[in-house]
């Protein structure tokens, strides 16, 4: 299985696709994904949804976590939400290792604007099964 | 602001909405939402994105937390996912009150099957402003 | 390995028996502890230090989750401060499994008071190995 | 209040003393403890109590939640447990500032041996408090 069919994969993540999430970089445990918030994504307060930002750091959680070509699962994830940003806003998600296990792993999930404003921090477990998740 | 009025503006909730998530019921922090699991909700490894799962846990979560009437606005959430379902499947997320403060309050956000089956797990703290979020 | 080796071994845990934590119960996938808060327990505001609120509950934890005589060590522990309580006071924490996995299992642990009150309240992950943890 | 008081102040948590837990450095959002994983902060898997080690990532994390002079007081926190050290170990905990709003403040806390290894990572948020806590 090369990089590239792991990168094609995850770029037709139907979720991500759904949302206008688009994968701008993999490395081994790192990825950095992009959206933009849509007026679709808002929530009764007029500002973007929790699960819309929670989404776009998932998206780079998946990305960086299954990168190994391992197949990782989440188990747990913790958000806190830092700021509001308006419609129209480009976010960015980066994924980073924070700990590689044999059965799991950590990764911290930073969501940013354009001028690097932290809008919501996460920290995701996943559970790394033994089997290879595209077939070598 | 009557009760009819809060209920009306969080059905109209857009990401909500976008999702295919409906109100089922509002009490005192309390709220039921349900959606049914769509293909566009996969991920790439076509089991449902742990974001889909996330924000149907978090749009009951805003209903609870909002129905007091005073706004209320997410801090943080942690969740642990605990079954895979398949397309297709209805899903419910349920919120209660586990504390209501003056300034924060915390909601156990569980989702789940027809069955009952435990799919996720959450807990969110709000921040409660000082301000109705509905003009009275 | 029989149920009283388990609570036992369980009961002469020595951080537990350092911070003076007694094993209340012990069930299948349960657990229910107890502590009096000390002048040795207090923070530099003079309120319970949020490390001794969090050893009662993980005590709990640890206790209900290896109560099945398989291994169990935490992945990850959230938990949320609701209550601050005067030194002296009597505070229980009770580990319920919201789900048990082959390989990982979620506990809630609730820390109260006699009353009831609800001090703060904590979700934990294990990962469950395939090793008894007493030998049989 | 100068700098040499809120030292002293932090240096003096009885918690932290009770535990050995030494200040090591404390800047504007930021500080950095110590100790020395004793035989009594074991668990009955004769390895450090996850308590314990939440402690002292807890004494770093209410060092640097206060050291701006404005009461900060704990709403949550999340733990992820790395790796096991043994008896005798030296550990370290560094909390750095993530972000610090009005009214709460994020804090990463990371739990490390003397040569860096990844012990334990924790996430904490505080609500911060109009008062300071020490008389000006």
Known sequence: MSREEIIQRISQDPFACFLGIELLELGQGYSKV???VGEQM???HGIPH???LFSLADAAFAAASNSHGQTAVALSVG???L???P???RL???ATEESLGRR???YRLAVTTEDNTLVALAHGTVYRKKEEWLAP
Do not use: D, P
């Open 50 to 52: 929790g699960g819309a």
């Open 92 to 94: 960015y998600a980066e």
């Open 104 to 106: 799991t792993a950590l």
């Open 42 to 44: 808002l929530n009764f």
């Open 34 to 36: 992009s959206m933009i």
């Open 79 to 81: 958000i806190n939400y």
């Open 87 to 89: 419609v129209g806003t």
């Open 83 to 85: 700021a509001a940003v």
